[in-house]
């Protein structure tokens, strides 16, 4: 049972100001030096409400790198071209690895452990890139009509540093094309995957965006049916035991909320019938989650007893 609390922007921007130095406790992505640029001062958090009220604090409508976050708008997309079909070429397990590791994959024979780690996220960019005639528009065009916003942009100086970096995912990539697994060209797929990361949203535009996963799959503003429920069930099953990296299991201990982070900073987490709750501060922890976002929802979720294991 959510509590009701009146003074949620209070709430909130107590805790902006709670975390306001949390950041030298991180360390901002460095892996493309496009991301290693930003301010890692950067601090903000929504809550969006399947009634329609959106309440945030700090800088949440400063837009930002989505990063991993697009995995879960990529997986919606490719669910419903592929269907059930889709899990005969990705698993729906925990990986128990970093994100971006390659040695489960040569293990496991070219199957992903799930969607949301990159060999998994590159198999959906595969899904996208063969069964859309132009892919990136598509997932542009995508999440521009979910946040009801046409200023959501790709960042070309962080695609480029993608792009130019991008060699471990290309191994990925061609290590599932070696065991049949995946049926586009690798630069192609590369390319896809590369633009969906770059995309650039803040987190009052993230959290509305996602409001049909706390909503049985329904878009609350538009009444528009993103997903079915039971997809729905299943995307949120995947980000409660996956959507974190390798602190998954620990989050869902102490937070309880299906969630992604993305290596941007950003969070999200679902709160079922509820809302969604988007942070972002750019410094990470060791496990590339940002360390304000994490506590930010955490306390959030305790605070209102969010938790869906109550
Ligand atoms: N573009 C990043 C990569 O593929 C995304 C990683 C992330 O946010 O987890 O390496």
Same mark, same amino acid.
């Given at each position: 049972?959510v509590?009701?609390?009146?003074n949620?922007?209070e709430k909130?921007?107590?805790?902006?100001?709670t975390?306001?130095?949390?950041?030298?406790?991180?360390a901002v992505?460095?892996?493309i030096?496009?991301?290693?640029? +930003?301010?890692?001062?950067?601090?903000?958090v929504? +809550?969006a409400t399947i009634d329609?009220k959106i309440?945030?604090?700090?800088?949440?409508?400063?837009?930002f790198s989505?990063q991993?976050?697009s995995?879960?708008?990529?997986? +919606?997309?490719?669910?419903e071209?592929l269907g059930?079909?889709?899990?005969?070429? *990705?698993?729906?397990e925990p990986?128990?690895?970093?994100f971006?590791?390659?040695?489960q994959? %040569?293990w496991?024979?070219g199957i992903?452990r799930?969607p +949301?780690i990159?060999?998994?996220?590159?198999?959906v960019s !595969?899904?996208?890139?063969?069964?859309?005639c132009?892919?990136k528009?598509a997932f542009?065009t995508?999440l521009?009509?979910?946040? !009801?916003s046409?200023?959501?942009?790709? !960042?070309?100086h962080?695609?480029?540093s %993608?792009?130019s970096?991008g060699?471990r995912?290309?191994?990925l990539?061609?290590l599932?094309?070696?065991f049949?697994n995946?049926?586009s060209?690798?630069?192609d797929?590369?390319s896809h995957?590369?633009?969906?990361?770059?995309?650039?949203?803040?987190?009052q535009q993230?959290?509305?965006s996602l409001?049909?996963?706390a909503?049985k799959g *329904?878009?609350p503003?538009s009444n528009?049916?993103?997903?079915s429920?039971k997809?729905?069930?299943?995307i949120?099953?995947i980000?409660?035991?996956?959507?974190m990296? !390798?602190?998954?299991g620990?989050?869902a201990?102490s937070v309880?909320l299906?969630?992604?982070s993305g290596v941007?900073?950003? *969070? *999200?987490a679902i709160v079922?019938?509820?809302?969604?709750?988007?942070?972002?501060?750019p410094?990470l922890n060791?496990?590339?989650n940002?360390?304000a976002g994490?506590?930010?929802?955490?306390d959030?979720?305790q605070e209102?007893?969010?938790?869906?294991y109550?």
């Amino acid at each position: 049972m959510v509590k009701k609390i009146s003074n949620l922007r209070e709430k909130l921007q107590s805790l902006v100001k709670t975390y306001k130095n949390a950041y030298m406790q991180g360390a901002v992505a460095d892996y493309i030096p496009a991301l290693a640029e +930003v301010n890692p001062k950067m601090l903000g958090v929504c +809550v969006a409400t399947i009634d329609g009220k959106i309440t945030g604090a700090g800088d949440y409508q400063q837009p930002f790198s989505i990063q991993s976050i697009s995995k879960i708008f990529a997986l +919606v997309m490719a669910m419903e071209r592929l269907g059930d079909s889709l899990w005969q070429r *990705v698993n729906m397990e925990p990986s128990g690895q970093p994100f971006n590791s390659i040695i489960q994959l %040569e293990w496991e024979k070219g199957i992903p452990r799930n969607p +949301v780690i990159n060999a998994g996220a590159l198999l959906v960019s !595969d899904v996208l890139t063969s069964h859309f005639c132009a892919s990136k528009l598509a997932f542009l065009t995508f999440l521009r009509s979910l946040a !009801d916003s046409d200023a959501i942009k790709i !960042d070309n100086h962080v695609y480029q540093s %993608e792009l130019s970096h991008g060699n471990r995912n290309a191994a990925l990539a061609y290590l599932m094309k070696s065991f049949g697994n995946i049926e586009s060209e690798i630069p192609d797929l590369l390319s896809h995957y590369f633009t969906q990361c770059s995309i650039k949203m803040s987190c009052q535009q993230l959290a509305q965006s996602l409001l049909f996963l706390a909503n049985k799959g *329904v878009n609350p503003r538009s009444n528009k049916l993103i997903c079915s429920p039971k997809d729905t069930h299943r995307i949120n099953a995947i980000l409660s035991t996956s959507g974190m990296y !390798d602190q998954s299991g620990e989050f869902a201990f102490s937070v309880g909320l299906p969630a992604k982070s993305g290596v941007g900073g950003g *969070v *999200v987490a679902i709160v079922p019938n509820y809302g969604v709750i988007c942070s972002w501060s750019p410094p990470l922890n060791k496990f590339g989650n940002s360390v304000a976002g994490v506590n930010l929802v955490a306390d959030i979720a305790q605070e209102l007893g969010l938790s869906i294991y109550h």
